[in-house]
């Protein structure tokens, strides 16, 4: 069955690749999702002013990957101890979040934030990940689809 999530783990470019590696991923799309702004422009994004986040739409095959499985998963790619940053990238476009579709897929992405805050690395450190609705969202340009893949990274 085909399902779709939005994950915000900071810069869009590394997330989509790393999601996009999974088996059961039919689709990842770069997008800005969670501002006031409409058809935000990456520009005004990285301005801090929008409200938005840097995510990806992730299209998949919940036969082949569950969204635990990809949860889980989305939790070892990031720190999501840190609040609106990811290493060196720091603003509220980089936050952690996870964006669902369905009243169930918030229930598994509260039960996976309980179970990674219960890991080893999260022990001491608070999980800052926002769990929300989706409400509208945008498609990145185009320059940022498939960003390390175009670059050969």
């Not at 301005?47 to 990806?56: K, L």
């Not at 609106?84 to 509220?92: K, L």
């Not at 800052?128 to 940022?144: D, F, G, K, M, W």
């Amino acid at each position: 069955m085909t399902e779709e999530i939005i994950l915000a783990a900071g810069c869009f470019w590394s997330v989509q690749y790393k999601i996009s590696t999974l088996k059961g991923v039919i689709d990842t799309k770069a997008i800005y999702i969670g501002g006031h702004v409409p058809n935000p422009t990456y520009e005004q994004v990285c301005s801090d002013a929008t409200g938005h986040a840097e995510a990806v739409l992730v299209t998949f095959n919940s036969e082949e990957i569950s969204l635990e499985e990809l949860l889980l998963f989305f939790f070892n790619i990031h720190d999501a101890s840190q609040y609106h940053r990811q290493g060196p990238d720091i603003g509220s476009q980089y936050r952690s979040a996870i964006f669902y579709f369905t009243e169930a897929q918030k229930n598994i992405a509260e039960k996976v934030k309980q179970l990674a805050q219960q890991s080893k690395f999260y022990k001491n450190l608070p999980i800052v990940t926002e769990i929300s609705p989706v409400n509208s969202y945008y498609l990145a340009e185009e320059y940022h689809q498939h960003y390390y893949r175009k670059k050969g990274l």
